[in-house]
């Protein structure tokens, strides 16, 4: 890890398209600006690992959901097969599906 001292109003450049400005020093707190392209993501290390416990969560969530709904309704019965039975009846013809009177 690269450490730095900077004083406010400095920067600090990363490659050349991102720019860190020490904004404002306080007691217990420095303000940073970063200046980088839009479609490059800048979030707070702790924002991004509640995100990620967040969709753990959730993810977690659905499987218990999964398991409930699976309780009540049980799996689909299998049917067989009967494609063939309404070919062989469409060959036949007309006659076959005949309604008695």
Avoid: Y
Wanted: hydrophobic share 45%; proline share 6%; aromatic share 2%.
């Amino acid at each position: 890890m690269l450490m730095m001292s900077r004083r406010e109003g400095e920067t600090i450049l990363i490659g050349d398209e991102i720019e860190i400005v020490i904004a404002h020093i306080g007691r217990s707190r420095v303000k940073v600006g970063i200046r980088a392209p839009r479609q490059m993501l800048v979030i707070a290390r702790e924002v991004k690992l509640v995100r990620e416990e967040n969709l753990a969560a959730a993810w977690a969530g659905a499987e218990i959901g999964l398991d409930s709904l699976r309780k009540f309704c049980p799996t689909p019965q299998v049917f067989p097969d009967r494609s063939e039975e309404v070919i062989n009846r469409q060959e036949a013809g007309p006659n076959l599906e005949r309604i008695p009177s």
